[in-house]
């Protein structure tokens, strides 16, 4: 870009003015204050507009005040300048509304203001540089002194702020740089704080969180436990209302059972003093018998009794007596005949018990003796079936046969049968040979001659074998019928003859087994029937010594007596003779009855009379007491004695109604009245009312004793102490409870400020991750921002360096992280830091990287034309000829607008422009025109 | 001859209101309106003659209840005897072992349901009230799953704590869900619910959902108050819903696109607080100011002075803002080699593979790395 020509209607100081400038260096002239900075202020502000304030930007402080036209209108200006590609445009503003008008028209062409709006603003500069107005400022605007980026005293200071500028270019067009505005996140961050410094408003919020996060437990924990007290209060309740209802239903029993009693009591004190009068009146009614005997009573009892008992004794003695006199007849004439019957049996014998006892056992040994005679009965009848059997053995037709030989008979008549098997064999060998002859003809006939061999010879052998046990049999069959030849003589051993004999020698020997036996039996019998007369003998001897020791003499039968007759004889007058003696004792002992029964008898008659005379003296003695009762003494005794039974009734009557009467009047002493009872009853109601009671329950309550009001009386006591308890309990706990809802804080209250400051320290940790995060990322772009630019600066400033200082630095580095500067000299092997190259250098270098930023960062293609104001205020000529130099041979590249004060300046210029004169803008203080020297000439007026 | 009850729910007595940003005194001042709305509906249930006053669960908040809030509900149920008191627990306050509502000794005049299934109160001839109770916080049963009713010829209401799964608002928890169609098939007149703290009086479908007496967000706006339930002599029943409440919430919404500085957004959120409050008690009034819009990066939303401006402004007792706020900020026009433009596409790309909570992150990085390469103080949001 160059820059053609500035129009001023009004600017700041500057009004109706117009210079044009030199396609290469412009120099400004003038005194201080004539206008040289307006005019540089004029070019950036046709380039960018004016700023006239905004939010936070106050109109009157702003830039568009600020260069308001000091006469007050015209406040407007026009640059025209050409861009590389040969285009030439004009920008004209006017500024005198705050929303200020440009319009932009291509010399030769149309209106292009639109081509280079930007938003709402015009900017030209903006779209034909690629920079914005800040860049332009810091790249290509240069103050006093300002061809260094930065001033300062020291080379090392100043080397580092030019860092700082060259950052803050490539990070934002020289407004924040990336390590500007990560401490400003930084100091963000410290703002929020961290949890752990408690002094921040995080950790505040966090320290506040933790104590609160305590002190909702606890507020929990204690309402928990609060929660459990009510409970056990409830509980508590319960438990005393319990217990008082059971005391006042036990007191309401109490009453109810004591006012049953008193009601009863009532009722007794009423029928006790119906009984008093009852009680007098009886008394009054047995006043006579007051003094009656009553302590005679037992005795006239006794006496009565008594002779009521004599009396009856009497009777029945007369009676016994009266009945007994028969009898008394009859025993008298019993005894008569007793003894006229003891007289007769006369004196009794020698038998006596031992004799007695001796002829039982003499009988009985006779019984038995007896028995063994009637043996011989038996004994004939043996015999006589002896003989039968012999006979009968005799008929068997073997009689000659023995018992012992009848059993070798029936061996060897069966083996005297076996000879019947010999026609049997014969009968076999004979069809046995038959059928072999049969078969051998057949087989000769059906022309088989070896078959019929076989078979002849088979059926021959055969026929010889049977025959040969044939015989073998056959010798021992003849053996036997010779013994039994011998054995049973007279017997036929034909077949038949064995065939009998074979029946009969079973019966044989059965009836001689038979026989055996009567013999035995026979024997037996005759010895039996031989002991039995032996022992008749001699109990005939033991007969007789028994009759001599009882002294009788046995009656003796006609002729020979047998020894049973005579033991029988013996036995019979023994027996005789104990029967006598037995009869003289029973009419002894009868006798002896009688005669007792006789005296008895006797005696009724005397019992009598002594009976009568004791029941005369009885009857005397209780007619004497009755007389003394006042009983009339004419009475029967019966009667009197009912007269004074009734008269003791009656004393016992007035006895007990005195009595009766006493005690009822003892008790009335002692008992309540009925007015005190219904005065105490009317009071227990009225306690039965307070308890809930109803009094129309008396009339169905039983009346209580004092052992079951006692008992109420402790149940109500212990059901009282059980609700006092319980009620003590819980009013202590009511208490603690009371003082518990005043001590524990209220939970929604802390779980409120639990949540704010919750709430801030989440907040706060999101602040902290997004800035943080912004920090994070705004590294990264200034890392990458760096490592995109540094290079490109390098090589954009030595490629300038090289040219305008002919080779003197070979290379130009530039550090990435902080846009460190070092040059490498052409006789140097190493890189050198910029702070310690000369002034001039450094300087050069300066304005280079600023040109090498503008270049980057517009990329546009379009040199930046640099605006210098003083710049080499303060150098020394040597050094101001060096940069004059540099910046002759800079604008080649881009055009260079320098303002000056010093003359000297142009002079100095003027000798290193290779003979060619710049152009020089002569700004006079107070001239309405300006003149110029060279071909520029620019007419201005001041004010 | 009409019985009438008085059915509220959702008061949740000793509830938290930080959300609200509430805290200490004012907070306090909240919780003791939510026990003076109670006080309220039995007054006015005295003065319309109720027979009874139903409520339909949250009466109070299990997890926080304090250390007086038993006493305090049987001393106010105890005052407003003859009244009946139907209590239905529901899931904040649940009848779990421990809790008020098993440890108090009740006056006579209140009735705890306290079974999981339906159970019948008679509360006038001819008229029953079925209630239930939350057994456990995450109760996740049908109230309605109950055999028919009815059949005798009588009036018989459901009293339960329960999500109407047809008008189910977004995000409300689900605790006892049934369907407004069970409600007349289970033959029940009418279902007297909790749950819900939005007002809704559906005669047709035979339901009730009176909403909390009191704000207890800033999304629930007026009319707010019991519904007064009418059962006429013939069975028939009309719905009066009352407004009495003593405390507004509003949300504003201020437009902040055209602010170039903080004064700017705390002049816009003034004037909008200023609508919105038009008329309210102030001192009874919570708004919450939404600034909407894109705004410069430069320039500070702090919600803190803004909710002191804006208190200060209209004098509402508690003011909270909300930044909604996008930056204005073409990042795709961000051109250039500087820093700047490259942090801003490094949060462009950032954000690409971003979920919502690196999103917010970036969000607010973007604005603070932009504010910070401006060379603007950070005003941190």
Redesign the interface.
């Known amino acids: 870009m160059r820059l053609h020509r500035l129009e001023i209607g009004g600017f700041g100081r500057l009004s109706d003015f117009s210079a044009d400038f030199d396609p290469r260096i412009t120099v400004l002239l003038g005194d201080n204050e004539s206008g040289k900075s307006t005019v540089q202020r004029a070019l950036r502000a046709a380039l960018y507009g004016l700023d006239a304030g905004?939010?936070?930007r106050p109109t009157d402080r702003s830039d568009w005040a600020r260069w308001t036209p000091w006469a007050g209108e015209g406040y407007s200006l026009a640059l025209t300048y050409d861009l590389g590609d040969g285009r030439r445009l004009r920008v004209a503003r006017r500024f005198e509304q705050r929303d200020h008008t440009c319009q932009v028209q291509e010399i030769g062409g149309g209106d292009v203001t639109a081509q280079v709006r930007v938003g709402r603003t015009v900017s030209p500069g903006l779209v034909h540089l690629g920079i914005d107005e800040d860049v332009f400022c810091a790249s290509a605007c240069v103050g006093e002194d300002g061809l260094r980026l930065g001033a300062g005293d020291a080379p090392a200071a100043r080397a580092t702020e030019m860092q700082e500028a060259i950052e803050r270019l490539?990070?934002?067009?020289g407004?924040?740089?990336?390590a500007?505005?990560?401490a400003?996140?930084s100091?963000?961050i410290g703002?929020?704080g961290s949890e752990r410094r408690s002094g921040s408003p995080l950790g505040r919020a966090v320290n506040r969180l933790r104590q609160l996060e305590v002190q909702v437990e606890d507020a929990r924990r204690?309402?928990?436990a609060?929660?459990?007290d009510?409970?056990r209060l409830?509980a508590l309740?319960v438990t005393a209302h319990t217990a008082e209802e059971r005391r006042l239903d036990a007191e309401r029993r109490w009453l109810l059972g004591r006012l049953a009693a008193i009601a009863a009591q009532r009722a007794d004190l009423e029928s006790t003093d119906a009984e008093v009068a009852q009680m007098a009146a009886e008394m009054e009614g047995t006043a006579q018998l007051a003094t009656f005997p009553l302590e005679a009573e037992d005795r006239v009892a006794s006496l009565a009794a008594e002779v009521l008992e004599s009396q009856r004794a009497a009777d029945e003695a007369r009676a016994r007596s009266e009945a007994a006199a028969p009898q008394l007849a009859e025993v008298r004439r019993r005894r008569a005949e007793i003894a006229a019957g003891l007289r007769a049996l006369g004196r009794g014998g020698a038998v006596d018990d031992a004799a007695v006892a001796e002829a039982s056992a003499l009988e009985r040994r006779l019984a038995e003796t007896l028995a063994g005679r009637r043996r011989s009965e038996e004994l004939a009848a043996a015999a006589g079936r002896r003989e039968a059997l012999r006979r009968e053995i005799a008929a068997t037709g073997v009689a000659g046969t023995s018992a012992a030989g009848v059993e070798a008979a029936i061996e060897l008549v069966d083996v005297a049968r076996g000879g019947r098997s010999s026609r049997v064999a014969k009968l076999g060998a004979t069809v046995a040979l038959c059928a072999g002859a049969v078969a051998a003809a057949l087989s000769a006939a059906s022309r088989h001659g070896l078959w019929a061999l076989v078979a002849a010879g088979v059926a021959l052998v055969a026929t010889l074998l049977i025959l040969s046990v044939d015989r073998l049999f056959a010798g021992d069959a003849e053996h036997a019928r010779r013994r039994l030849a011998r054995l049973c003589p007279g017997v036929e051993l034909d077949g038949e003859g064995l065939e009998r004999l074979a029946e009969r020698l079973p019966r044989l020997r059965a009836l001689h087994a038979e026989l055996q036996r009567e013999d035995l039996r026979v024997e037996t019998l005759a010895a039996e029937v031989e002991t039995a007369a032996a022992r008749l003998g001699e109990l005939a001897q033991a007969a007789a010594s028994l009759a001599s020791h009882c002294e009788i003499s046995p009656v003796r039968s006609r002729g020979a007596r047998s020894a049973e007759e005579t033991v029988r004889d013996v036995l019979d007058a023994v027996s005789g003779a104990a029967g006598i003696d037995r009869r003289r004792e029973e009419l002894s002992a009868e006798d002896a009855i009688l005669e007792q029964r006789e005296a008895d008898l006797d005696d009724l008659a005397g019992d009598t009379t002594a009976r009568r005379r004791a029941a005369d003296a009885a009857r005397a003695r209780l007619v004497r007491v009755l007389e003394l009762a006042g009983v009339p003494s004419s009475l029967p005794p019966s009667e009197a004695v009912v007269a004074f039974r009734a008269g003791c009734t009656g004393r016992r009557r007035h006895d007990a109604a005195i009595r009766r009467l006493g005690e009822l009047r003892r008790r009335s002493s002692l008992g309540a009245d009925v007015k005190s009872l219904d005065r105490l009853a009317v009071e227990l109601e009225a306690r039965l009312a307070a308890r809930g009671g109803d009094p129309a329950d008396i009339a169905a309550a039983e009346p209580l004793d004092h052992s079951r009001l006692q008992d109420l009386e402790t149940e109500s006591e212990h059901a009282r102490q059980g609700a006092v308890a319980a009620s003590t309990e819980a009013a202590a706990l009511r208490a603690r409870l009371a003082a518990?809802?005043a001590t524990?804080p209220?939970?929604?209250?802390l779980?409120?400020?639990?949540?704010?400051c919750l709430?801030a320290r989440d907040r706060g940790l999101?602040?902290l991750?997004?800035?943080h995060?912004?920090?994070e990322?705004?590294a990264?772009?200034?890392r990458?921002?760096h490592r995109?630019?540094a290079p490109r600066l390098a090589a954009s400033v030595a490629e300038r360096l090289a040219l305008l200082t002919e080779g003197r630095y070979a290379a130009v580095n530039v550090d990435t992280s902080h846009f460190e500067v070092s040059l490498l000299g052409g006789d140097r092997l190493e890189l050198v830091p910029l702070d310690v190259v000369s002034h001039g250098t450094r300087d050069q270098v300066s304005l280079l990287l600023r040109l090498a930023l503008a270049e980057?960062?517009s990329g546009a293609g379009e040199g930046v034309p640099l605006l210098l104001d003083e710049p080499l205020l303060s150098a020394d000529p040597q050094r101001r000829a060096t940069a004059l130099r540099f910046l002759w041979n800079l604008s080649a590249t881009n055009q260079v607008v320098l303002s000056t004060s010093d003359p000297g300046m142009v002079d100095a210029l003027e000798g290193v422009c290779d003979g060619q004169a710049p152009a020089v803008l002569t700004m006079p203080s107070g001239a309405s025109t300006i003149e110029t020297t060279g071909r520029v000439i620019a007419m201005a007026r001041l004010l | 001859m009409s019985t009438s009850l008085l059915h509220l729910a959702d008061l949740h007595l000793?509830?938290?209101?930080?959300?609200m940003g509430?805290?200490?005194e004012l907070?306090?001042r909240r919780?003791l309106g939510l026990r003076e709305a109670l006080k309220r509906a039995g007054h006015t249930a005295q003065e319309r003659g109720c027979a009874a006053i139903s409520i339909a669960g949250d009466l109070y908040?299990h997890?926080?209840?304090?250390?007086?809030t038993?006493i305090h509900l049987a001393d106010t149920f105890a005052s407003w005897a003859p009244i009946e008191v139907l209590l239905a627990p529901g899931n904040h306050d649940a009848l779990l072992s421990?809790?008020i509502y098993?440890?108090?000794?009740w006056p006579a005049n209140v009735h705890l349901f306290d079974t999981a299934v339906l159970r019948p109160h008679p509360l006038a001839d001819g008229l029953t009230v079925w209630g239930l109770a939350h057994l456990e916080p995450a109760w996740q049963g049908d109230p309605l799953a109950c055999a028919p009713v009815g059949g005798d010829g009588g009036v018989h209401l459901a009293l339960f704590h329960g999500a109407e799964l047809g008008s189910r608002p977004d995000g409300k928890s689900i605790h006892g869900p049934f369907h407004a169609d069970d409600v007349r098939e289970r033959g029940f007149a009418a279902a007297l619910c909790g749950h819900y703290h939005r007002r809704r009086i559906d005669e047709a479908g035979a339901l009730v959902y009176p909403g909390s007496p009191e704000p207890l967000t800033f999304d629930e706006s007026e009319p707010r108050g019991a519904v007064l339930v009418d059962v006429a002599g013939d069975g028939t029943i009309s719905y009066e819903p009352l407004t009495d409440n003593r405390w507004h919430a509003r949300t504003a919404r201020a437009d902040v696109s055209s602010?170039?500085?903080l004064a700017?957004v705390v002049d816009a959120a003034c004037a909008a607080a200023a609508v919105a409050c038009g008329g309210l008690d102030p001192d009874r009034t919570m708004l919450r100011v939404d600034l909407v819009g894109e705004i410069?990066h430069t320039?500070s939303t702090d919600t803190f002075t803004v909710e002191t401006s804006v208190r200060d402004g209209c004098g509402a007792v508690a003011v909270r803002a909300r930044d909604l706020t996008t930056p204005a900020l073409d990042l795709a026009s961000i051109s250039?080699?500087?820093?700047?433009s490259?942090?801003a596409?490094?949060?462009a790309e950032?954000a690409e593979a971003a979920d919502e909570r690196q999103m917010?992150?970036?969000?607010?990085?973007?604005?603070?790395?932009l504010?910070?390469?401006?060379?603007a103080?950070?005003g941190?949001?």
């Open positions: 905004g939010p936070g490539a990070d934002s067009g407004g924040t740089t990336g500007e505005a990560l400003a996140i100091d963000a703002r929020v204690s309402l928990r609060l929660a459990a009510e409970e409830r309740e518990m809802r524990v209220a939970l929604a209250d779980e409120d400020e639990r949540a704010v709430a999101h602040q991750a997004a800035l995060r912004a920090a990322l705004i990264d772009a200034t990458g921002i995109d630019l980057v960062l | 000793d509830r938290a209101f930080a959300g509430c805290q200490g907070a306090i919780r908040e997890d926080r209840a304090g250390a007086d038993a421990g809790s098993s440890r108090t000794e602010a170039r500085s700017d410069d320039v250039g080699d500087g820093v700047r490259a942090f596409r490094a949060v950032a917010a992150v970036l969000d607010d990085a973007l604005r603070y790395g504010q910070a390469l401006g060379g103080e950070i941190l949001r």
